[in-house]
């Protein structure tokens, strides 16, 4: 095995491509990642269970990695609290595999021959409070394996297999084979080495100190970044594991000694010290000179308290360390679990004391008391009564909150440090369990009404969810999972709680079943109850162990049991064999079981029935018994009461949302409910009364801000809610929703009634809360989240900051908040900054913020924002602190004017105290929070200081004059977003998992509680309580009240074209109108939602309030000599595709262009279309659909650039009309992107083909462009910029940017980030651009093509800060432009039409005169042109010396273009006759070029035509073959073939027949008639099979038009003739076996409009345009009758049914049917063998004389419109109904009876039809209208669902013979449906 590859090492995540799992594979969960502090991608391996999550090196067993290297190198970092565990398969010289395995799930070293395993030591991290906290622990404790500690660091691992091969099996190692790395760690790299490398080890000291020692520093790869003047061992780790091996020791002890330290056998463990794997002395021959250790103090007593700024509980001691307290008391309390008894044991530590006197503190003490907290949920939503019903207790996240009932004051319970999940009472409502989440959580026992912590304990559980308290309280059941994800039951034995804090393990058991409820029986605290998902359990705690037995479920064992519960729990004197229990199911079901045969007695299916006398069943949550009733919660927001027999419903009430738990006061008198909405409450079963004692949001508070006129409180969280709150009672005022869009930033009004919102997509809205109406909307200021929105304290101005720098001034007087400027690039960008980035001074002059980077801070003119002051941070720290460290601003805010200063907090937790008017650092404080601050605010009088960081609230003293500045306050459990003090300065509001509100005693040390009750004796009017009579059955019961909504406020409109997105969370989702909430106001508006059906649903914008503001800017021309100009453009901001208003643009970008239409292919022209799609539809959910899109027929020739293909890995989409198409070419299998609304113009494919970009006009008129997932099919965002249409799309070739180019409307160019999604530059040029392309070769540099012989070189400048764009016209040679050289026109312009890159800095630039031009991209200078066609050239493709050019003379050509380049040489040839520049070959296609993508040989690719053909081109075979065939013009009529679906017909205006099969939709056939419009078409009727083939003379028997060619009894035939109607009035009849016109008739002068064959093939009926019918012979061309009865109006079609009800007394049975435009139907009846004919019925339908638009006939005919068409055909399940809808008085489709001779049924429909047809089962009508819909409806019920996906009027619409398929047209687009109903 060869090794010199394998030197000096081998990166063997690079070398076997592990990122890429090339060589590799991964099981569960191993994923890529970023780490922030190696600053590279890592692997993250995480699991519970380490052997079902790892990587491993090679994929397969089999494989092995041969690395003979003897040192394997491990970079990684164990993840905290977990286990980890790594396997390596090594080869010895014998063959044998020999596997060593290290973890710390190791407790011991073991060894096998063939296995070795080391437990492994993970030390925590320095100054950590794991290592602090091990200070005093013995060797041997400290040296015990187990999980990560909390704090973990990077560690470089290096293992010498040879010597533990040797020393530990005396096997000699070979080679290294495989690893597999378990989770849980982070790894950067594996490395195997001859060489060891020393970390820490700086290349310059090991030339300097190592040239003898031969030590060599880690290589590059391997290293671990290191700030300057750092030491390596301060951040990281190194571990070599033998120590020392190198040094032949033979005592395998003296292996494992550490040259400081002793090691256990076989353990792996890191000692911190410099280079403490060797020393580097300065002379090295000392190398073998043991290193010095620092032998770090340990502390020997516990510090005094009280130093100075130290906060209470917290003492620093003489080196630095801090010891913590829990309490602020003399006593700490350890609590210590033993594990062989399993008892917890407590210590008493007495803490030291201090003179207090003598220090100065932050008086009073404490200043902040916990007042309130407004918020429910978390973690559990369960809420509970105390056994008297005085107190209702919840928990809000980390807080237990008991809410006394009568006043609705808050009573908490805070000690947790993780969300609660779950809380019990005991019997008498004394104790109190609660448990919380995370990894081995605690539980802990209160003393309820004293409000103590008895015990804490931890559970040893996974994730406790479950807690169950026996009624004696000295028995705690607890539900969770182990280590290993099992599920774990544990008992404790609480007796002792109250006396000693002790609580002892009872049992505990593993169970498989899920388990989600489990109680203690109140009768004996022993036995045990548990349901879960298809199992319900009895348990018995017995000689301390649990065991459990199940019921047996019968039928139901796949039920989900969602609750469990006892009947007549508290009856003590009950035998337990008699009692009962009962569980809920979320089938709707009640299960009665009995206790003593442990089985199903009865099942209740619990049935309500709705306001719309439809019962219906729903999931039941929660249940429990009362006195008189059964309480139930269901799945549909229902509380029931039920009669316990369970056929009554006693009461009902309706709530917001899904109802979670229940719980019953003891006296039966009240019901508390929580709903999954957020909200608590309790219904009063005497009165009837439900009461809301809490409303909380459901996710994180984000932002907050004060009314101080009107005390309300407004709030913005991230469940897409803004509320408003009362501040003195706390009460819900109002709720808004903002479904799809995030609430960020919110600020109110300083005097005004109204408040200003900014959101995560950048707009910013302006509400007035009196008459809940839209003041202001902004979305194009900002493309990111808005970080920063406030008013002025005058109220004059507003200002908004986006997360990507710019910063918007508004003003605020007005009532559309209009803008008055708007910076880009002045904040520094970030989402760290929000939502308080702005802070305005208290006399509204200034304003600061930081930027425009993070190391400044600026001042701003208020009202001008012209910058006054600029104080650079970093510099200010250093040179008061001498620091070299950089520091950077996160928080500023203006003090009171009184102090007139700058408070400026930094990444460091540094509070920085500036003058406000010079900018001079006056005081500096460090370490104000230990990792960030979050928020800050000062009080009014500028004496103290809020700030909130790391969960905890501070409270400084704001001159920091004492010696102990703050005290520090604890309550929430995650992020505080901010803090604020209120205006009366009584109150303290903090905002992040909760609302809390703080009693803040700064200015009074005793505040008179307020008497005032926090609940409202008015019932809430918002949950519909309703009462059936007691004597009703639920059988009988109908009679239900309408849902009891809250009173709305009526919204008020500033603008018709104003829109608003907000919506109340009761409000009609279809609705725009912005709806508001109210809790206290008891009217009730039935008409504040209002429905606007003049807007379309489609619309994704909202107009802007200002639209008709006009700015005079004039783009400016810059030209000089050298005609160079320069456009710099600022960055400028997206709009996604949630962004509800017009694009921001630059304002020069808005003034109109205009330019004439282009007269070149090359530019791409929408065609211009009448209809617009429907305003509104109804679409059925996707599992319920009618129909589904099974393929599209054909290619949009009509686009430019709309199709993309990947040679390397296969990937083919194209467009067909607003649909994209990516097909399978191997399978032909295709997936359609439907997202577009109109045509798509453009795609473009990522390199990496992971995004589609395609681009289409939006419904009002201006070009967006949708980025796909192409592996999903979904739409990721949506960009708006554009005017217009949208002409040409690329990527860069890093995939960094996408830049977009308008059409000649708009003439914009747009530069787009692909990371973020936002403008990075524009500009608008002067003339119309062609084509655009990336230069391949060099970084950042694109060239555009246009109008007037222009040519443009552009760079995209990054060196700056802003990012701009440079741009060189180039100029183009004289003669090139001379127009008679190369045109017959004088007075053509030359244009360039496209171009392509070809390396070695050429490019070339095709014109449309068919010149190609050869450019230096070095000079941006022509040095060669030729005469490559006679036509424009639309596609130029270059792979190095090979050029294909595609031309409007339908040539595409290959060309050798290797010598041009040589012509650039001075003295270089300039003919076209040059060598090295031939054309190897000519290919002719059937249309213009306008699509084309090649590999990189150019031997093989796909091209698309104006004809809308896709070629698949193949140069070495010549060959080329038809991919995708289509029609560009008006496709005007579809017909199947025969007896089944495979063959189906289109004929179109281009005076084309074609015939396609359906499964592989190919076009197999084509009839072309050049110069007329062919405009229908139908099949012979296919006869039955014979047993013999006949054969007949054509003269006399009409039905040889027919050739049977398979006989037999399975044998299918199909139609061999087809004929076609066109419009200079012939009808042509078509040989399809021999592909040959069979004749033509003239039947008709005019355009033949509808052509049917009889039913029994024996004659051709067609109809003209001046209403008149002819029979005419297909045997002989003769036309044998012609009927004038419908003469006047033209013929629109046919239809042709077999009558089977011998009642009508027919003359024949065979029947067609003719409709006319003028609302007529003759149904007549024939025989055409006996030549008989005769009119059965004849229907005329009425209608208005004006048209749908209200135009009269004359004003019709003169504005080209028509009616709709009359549309008529018989039933195909009876032919006595003709089924008929056209124009009439009411939009319908109406049933005719021919037998009854009167209307049957009519059913309405939404719009007027253009096409009609009935599904062969007869079940289905199919109908197409101009509004671009499709429409199935159901037969029998009239039942109807939408589907879109054409770009224009559907014209046609025709089932398959099997009904299996419908075909739709709009205009060329051909759409195949497959139908599921």
């Not at 440090?417 to 019997?427: A, E, I, M, P, R």
């Amino acid at each position: 095995m060869s090794k010199l590859w394998q030197q000096p090492y081998v990166n063997v995540f690079k070398h076997f491509d592990v990122f890429n799992l090339k060589r590799a594979s991964k099981e569960g969960d191993a994923f890529i990642t970023m780490d922030k502090t190696l600053r590279t991608s890592i692997f993250k391996i995480v699991g519970s269970i380490p052997a079902s999550n790892y990587l491993q090196i090679p994929k397969t067993s089999s494989q092995s990695l041969g690395l003979t290297g003897r040192y394997l190198y491990l970079l990684f970092r164990p993840i905290p609290s977990k286990y980890f565990v790594v396997h390596m398969d090594v080869a010895t010289d014998d063959g044998l595999i020999v596997r060593i395995s290290f973890s710390n799930l190791f407790r011991e070293f073991k060894s096998t021959s063939t296995w070795l395993q080391f437990p492994f030591i993970v030390k925590p991290a320095s100054g950590s409070i794991d290592e602090i906290t091990s200070v005093g622990l013995s060797t041997n404790q400290q040296n015990q394996p187990g999980t990560a500690p909390s704090a973990t660091r990077w560690t470089v691992l290096l293992i010498d297999m040879s010597y533990v091969l040797s020393a530990y099996l005396n096997y000699k190692y070979a080679y290294l084979k495989s690893v597999r790395l378990c989770a849980n760690m982070y790894v950067k790299g594996l490395f195997t080495s001859d060489t060891e490398y020393e970390p820490g080890l700086s290349f310059s000291t090991s030339r300097r100190k190592t040239a003898v020692a031969g030590i060599e520093p880690l290589p590059r790869e391997m290293t671990f970044p290191l700030s300057k003047g750092r030491d390596w061992y301060d951040i990281y780790d190194c571990i070599k594991f033998p120590i020392d091996s190198h040094k032949n020791k033979t005592d395998w002890q003296s292996m494992m000694i550490d040259k400081t330290k002793e090691h256990s056998i076989g353990v792996i463990k890191p000692s911190r010290q410099k280079n403490k794997g060797k020393q580097i002395p300065d002379n090295p021959l000392q190398l073998n000179t043991p290193p010095r250790t620092k032998i770090r103090d340990v502390t020997s007593k516990l510090p005094k308290v009280g130093i100075v700024d130290s906060p209470i509980g917290a003492c620093p001691d003489d080196n630095g360390e801090v010891h913590v307290y829990a309490y602020p008391k003399q006593q700490i309390i350890i609590h210590e679990h033993d594990k062989k008894t399993g008892k917890v044991r407590s210590k008493v530590i007495t803490a030291p004391k201090e003179d207090e006197s003598k220090l100065k503190k932050l008086k009073p003490d404490p200043i902040l008391s916990l007042k309130r907290i407004i918020g429910f949920g978390g973690s559990t939503s369960e809420a509970l009564w105390t056994c008297d019903g005085s107190y209702i207790l919840y928990a809000c996240n980390a807080v237990i909150i008991a809410m006394e009932v009568s006043t609705g004051d808050q009573k908490l319970f805070i000690g947790h440090t993780d969300k609660v999940s779950s809380l019990s009472f005991n019997g008498n409502s004394t104790l109190l369990a609660s448990s919380q989440t995370g990894q081995l959580p605690v539980i802990r026992i209160w003393d309820f009404y004293r409000g103590d912590c008895l015990a804490m304990f931890k559970s040893h559980v996974h994730s406790v969810y479950l807690l169950s308290f026996s009624f004696s309280g000295d028995t705690l059941c607890g539900v969770g999972k182990d280590g290993h994800g099992k599920q774990l039951v544990i008992v404790w034995d609480t007796s002792d709680a109250q006396k000693s804090g002790e609580v002892t393990v009872i049992a505990k058991a593993h169970t498989d079943v899920n388990i989600s409820k489990m109680k203690i029986s109140a009768f004996d605290s022993t036995r045990l109850i548990s349901c879960g998902l298809e199992n319900i359990r009895f348990w018995r705690i017995r000689e301390q162990s649990l065991r459990s037995c199940p019921v047996n479920l019968k039928d139901y064992h796949t039920e989900e049991f969602t609750d469990i519960v006892f009947a007549d729990e508290f009856n003590m004197s009950q035998n337990a064999a008699d009692r009962r229990l009962f569980a809920s199911g979320a089938s709707g079901r009640i299960y009665e079981i009995h206790y003593g045969r442990i089985c199903i007695d009865h099942v209740y299916t619990l049935t309500s029935v709705g306001p719309d006398s439809k019962s219906s069943t729903s999931s039941i949550n929660a249940i429990r018994p009362g006195i008189s009733f059964f309480a139930i919660g269901t799945d549909d927001g229902y509380l029931r009461l039920w009669a316990f027999d369970f056929k009554t419903i006693m009461l009902e009430a309706e709530h917001e949302g899904p109802i979670s738990s229940l719980d019953i006061s003891k006296d039966g008198s009240r019901i508390l409910v929580t709903t999954k909405t957020g909200n608590v409450g309790y219904l009063e079963y005497a009165s009837r009364n439900y009461v809301t004692i809490m409303r909380s949001h459901l996710d994180q508070v984000v932002a907050a801000s004060i009314d101080a006129h009107r005390r309300h409180l407004v709030t913005a969280s991230r469940d897409e809610t803004i509320r408003i709150w009362d501040i003195d009672t706390y009460a819900q005022l109002f709720d808004f929703k903002a479904p799809g869009e995030v609430p960020c930033a919110i600020c109110y009004h300083p005097t005004q009634q109204c408040f200003a919102c900014g959101f995560t997509n950048g707009t910013v809205r302006t509400f007035h809360v009196g008459t809940s109406s839209l003041l202001a909307e902004h979305s194009k200021n900002h493309p990111g989240r808005i970080i920063g929105l406030t008013f002025s304290p005058s109220g004059r101005f507003m200002y908004s900051a986006g997360t990507l720098g710019a910063i918007a001034l508004y003003d605020a007087s007005s009532q559309t908040y209009d803008l008055l400027r708007l910076l880009p690039y002045t904040i520094a960008r970030g989402d760290i900054y929000g939502p308080n980035a702005i802070s305005v001074s208290s006399d509204s002059r200034r304003i600061v913020f930081v930027g425009p980077t993070e190391f400044t801070v600026t001042i701003m003119d208020a009202r001008t924002l012209d910058e006054v002051l600029k104080i650079d941070i970093s510099n200010a720290v250093a040179a008061a602190s001498g620091s070299t460290i950089t520091d950077r601003a996160v928080r500023v805010c203006f003090a009171p004017q009184k102090a007139n200063q700058l408070v400026v907090i930094t990444s460091s937790c540094r509070l920085l105290r500036f003058s406000a008017n010079n900018g001079q650092l006056l005081s500096e404080v460090k370490n104000i929070h230990r990792e960030e601050c979050t928020s800050l605010d000062i009080s009014l009088d500028s004496r103290y200081l809020a700030t909130a960081g790391d969960k905890v609230i501070k409270i400084w003293d704001y001159h920091m004059r004492l010696d102990q500045n703050y005290q520090l306050f604890i309550g929430h459990s995650s992020r505080i977003n901010q803090v604020m003090f209120t205006p009366d300065m009584d109150s303290l509001i903090s905002v992040g998992d909760g609302i809390f509100v703080w009693n803040f005693m700064g200015y009074t040390s005793s505040k008179s509680e307020n008497t005032k009750s926090f609940i409202t004796s008015i019932p809430d009017r918002s949950i519909a309580i309703s009462q059936p009579h007691p004597d009703t059955s639920i059988n009988e019961y109908r009679e239900y009240k309408p849902r009891s909504t809250i009173p709305q406020p009526i919204p008020v409109t500033h603008s018709p074209n104003a829109r608003r997105k907000l919506q109340l969370i009761h409000g009609d989702i279809d609705t725009d109108e912005m709806e508001t909430t109210s809790d206290q106001s008891q009217k009730e508006h039935s008409d504040s939602t209002s429905t606007n059906d003049d807007h379309q649903h489609e619309d994704l914008g909202v107009e802007p309030l200002n639209k008709d503001i006009n700015v005079d800017l004039t783009p400016e021309k810059v030209q000089d000599e050298n005609n160079i100009a320069t456009a710099k453009v600022n960055e400028e901001l997206s709009v996604s595709d949630s962004d509800p208003a017009e694009p921001f643009t630059n304002k020069a970008l808005l003034l109109p262009t205009s330019h004439p239409t282009p007269t070149v292919t090359k530019h791409y022209i929408r065609r211009n279309r009448q209809s617009a799609l429907a305003t509104r539809r109804y679409a059925a959910p996707p599992n319920q659909a009618g129909l589904k899109l099974h393929n599209t027929v054909g290619y949009n020739g009509c686009g430019r650039g709309n199709m993309v293909w990947h040679p390397d890995t296969g990937f083919f989409a194209y467009t067909n009309g607003c649909i994209i198409v990516i097909e399978d070419l191997q399978t032909g299998k295709q997936m359609h992107l439907k997202g577009h609304i109109e045509e798509v113009s453009t795609l473009a494919l990522q390199n990496d083909c992971q995004i589609l970009a395609s681009a289409a006009l939006e419904s009002k008129n201006n070009g967006h462009i949708c980025l796909w997932n192409t592996k999903s099919g979904i739409c990721e965002k949506i960009l708006k910029h554009h005017k217009g249409d949208i002409a040409c799309l690329a990527y860069s070739r890093d995939d960094r940017f996408l830049i977009s180019v308008g059409n000649y409307l708009d003439c914009a160019i747009v530069v787009w980030s692909t990371s973020d999604h936002s403008v990075l530059a524009a500009t608008q040029l002067a003339e119309p651009v062609h084509d655009l392309c990336w230069d391949p070769y060099t970084v950042n540099e694109f060239t555009s093509v246009g109008a007037n012989g222009k040519i443009k070189f552009w760079l995209l400048d990054e060196t700056n800060y802003t990012i701009s764009l440079n741009m060189h016209d180039a100029e183009v040679p004289e003669e090139l432009l001379k127009p008679r050289q190369f045109t017959t026109k004088s007075g053509d312009c030359l244009d360039f039409t496209s171009i392509g890159y070809a390396g070695d800095s050429i490019l070339y630039a095709a014109t449309s005169f068919g010149i190609i031009t050869a450019w230096d991209t070095r000079n941006n200078a022509c040095f060669a042109h030729w005469e490559a066609d006679k036509k424009e050239i639309g596609i130029i493709v270059c792979r190095g010396g090979r050029m294909v050019t595609g031309s409007c003379s339908n040539n595409l050509r290959l060309w050798s273009v290797v010598g041009v380049g040589e012509m650039r040489l001075p003295g270089g040839s300039v003919s076209i006759r040059s060598e090295g520049l031939t054309m190897e070959d000519e290919m002719p296609l059937d249309g213009a070029v306008v699509s084309a993508s090649f590999d990189e040989s150019i031997d093989t690719g796909i091209v698309g035509t104006t004809a809308g053909t896709l070629w698949y081109i193949n140069w070495p075979e010549r060959a080329s073959i038809r991919l995708v065939s289509g029609q560009t013009n008006q496709v005007n009529d579809v017909v199947f073939s025969g007896p089944d679906d495979k063959y189906f017909g289109t004929c179109g205006a281009d005076g084309s027949l074609r015939i396609w099969t359906i499964d592989k939709v190919e076009q197999t056939l084509q009839f072309q008639v050049m110069g007329e419009s062919c405009n229908c078409m139908a099949f012979s009727p296919a006869p039955k099979v014979q047993d013999t083939i006949s054969y007949t003379s054509s003269h006399t028997n009409p039905k040889s038009t027919v050739v049977l060619k398979n006989v037999g009894a399975d044998s299918i035939t199909y139609p061999t003739h087809c004929v076609a109607g066109y419009s200079d009035g012939t009808v042509r009849l078509f040989d399809i076996e021999k592909v040959h016109m069979v004749m033509k008739m003239q039947p008709h002068a005019n355009s033949v409009t509808a052509i049917t064959y009889a039913a029994d093939g024996r004659v051709i009926l067609s109809g003209s345009a001046d209403g008149l019918i002819a029979i005419n012979s297909p045997s002989t061309g003769l036309t044998l009758r012609v009927l004038n009865d419908h003469k006047g109006a033209a013929i629109l079609g046919f239809d042709v049914a077999i009558a089977w009800d011998e009642k009508w007394n027919l003359s024949s049975s065979l029947l067609w049917l003719g409709v006319s435009a003028d609302r007529r139907i003759s149904i007549w009846s024939a025989d055409w063998s006996k030549d008989f004919c005769e009119l059965v019925d004849w229907l005329t339908f009425a209608a208005p004389d004006i048209s749908p638009e209200e135009l009269s006939v004359k004003e019709l005919s003169s504005s080209n419109q028509e009616f709709p068409p009359s549309l008529a055909t018989f039933s195909r399940a009876d032919s006595d109904l003709v089924i008929y809808t056209g124009y009439g008085l009411q939009k319908e489709i109406i049933f005719y009876s021919l037998s009854q001779q009167k209307i049957v049924k009519q059913y309405p429909i939404t719009h007027w039809m253009t096409s009609l047809d009935i599904s062969p089962k007869g079940h289905l009508i199919a109908m197409g209208c101009k509004e671009r819909l499709v429409q199935i409806m159901d037969f029998y019920e009239g039942s109807f669902q939408d589907f879109v996906g054409h770009s224009d009027c559907v014209k046609t619409v025709k089932f398959s013979p099997s009904g299996k398929y419908l075909i739709t047209v709009g205009y060329s687009d051909v759409l195949i449906w497959t139908v599921t109903v």
